[in-house]
């Protein structure tokens, strides 16, 4: 019974050697792939980040338009002027700072019943780069905000001519 034992230990002796590098192989591919799946997901979560900032910074380019075009101090029985521009990178605050962003700018213009009405289609456009839209790249966010909206003045009323119920 020696001898059969002998034999059968010698057969297994590459065995466990072959089962070892199998695992080893099989690990490290394993764990190559976590780490480039961690790389790749921790850049989405940043590019998704910036994707937030930008629309923030577009929607503050959009809010000062439609305050422009309000304008709530003009007392003129005219409405204002289309508001269009630029907010240059730097020139907003915080998070923002990074994103320049266009604003532009389309009026039309009625009149209903002696009241003037100006209709304003603005777009606010940011991006983090100088100039918007800009050249995509590897981390070039851009979106675009669109609002519109109206003014009505008659120049019947009372100053500031604002339009009654």
């Known amino acids: 019974m020696k001898i059969r034992s002998l034999i059968s230990v010698a057969r297994m002796r590459g065995f466990s050697l072959v089962t070892g590098i199998f695992l080893l192989v099989v690990l490290s591919a394993l764990g190559a792939f976590m780490v480039m799946f961690t790389g790749l997901q921790q850049n989405t979560v940043q590019v998704d980040i910036l994707g937030v900032r930008a629309y923030y910074a577009a929607r503050a380019g959009l809010n000062w338009a439609m305050y422009r075009a309000l304008d709530p101090d003009n007392p003129s029985a005219t409405a204002a002027a289309c508001p269009v521009g630029t907010i240059a990178q730097g020139a907003l605050a915080g998070s923002l700072a990074p994103f320049s ?36 790249g590897n981390a070039y966010v851009e979106r675009r905000v669109v609002s519109t909206l109206a003014k009505c003045k008659d120049p019947s009323a009372p100053s500031p001519f604002e339009c009654g119920l």
């Open 101 to 136: 962003v266009t604003v532009e700018c389309e009026p039309f213009d009625a009149t209903e019943a002696n009241r003037n009405i100006r209709v304003y289609r603005i777009t606010a456009t940011a991006c983090n780069q100088a100039v918007c839209p800009g050249t995509p």
